[in-house]
């Protein structure tokens, strides 16, 4: 288990756009543990390779639901349907929310730890969290797409 330290707002990593893994190798594999070790060490739902300053397209997802943990090599959003608007932060912004327009349903494709294509669709906080993840490979924040940003207090109450 290694808990890696998550890259924090301005640093430029973050808006880089990721490249492409071109060989899935052991060391990948690591870092996609290391990734589900940190997001849940830190208890996000989401977590992009750039975030631990990696720029490589893989993210990692669990949101509690029925999937589980969700690792995705090189994934793509294939479809969306319908909209959802609210509120998100991100490991790398602590300390702000924002509210987001987002699909209310995507499915998307990538590669699994082993190489092999596998698809997932997803609704609501699911939906969000791969919209705000792959977002992340592409140096977007969700700030950059946010209609309203605001700090909150530790306690997760919204701050005048």
Known sequence: ????????????????????????????????????????????????????????????????DEHGLIELINPEIVSTEGEQFGPEGCLSIPGYRGDVRRAMTVTVKGLDRNGNEVSYTGSELLARAFQHEIDHLNGVLYTDVAERVYEITPEGEEKE
């Open 1 to 64: 288990m290694a808990i890696r330290i998550i890259v924090k707002e301005p640093d430029e990593v973050l808006h880089k756009v990721a490249k492409e893994v071109a060989k899935i190798t052991p060391n990948v594999q690591k870092i996609l543990t290391d990734m589900a070790d940190t997001m849940y060490d830190a208890e996000g739902v989401g977590l992009a390779a750039p975030q631990i300053g990696i720029l490589k397209r893989m993210i990692v997802v669990d949101v509690g």
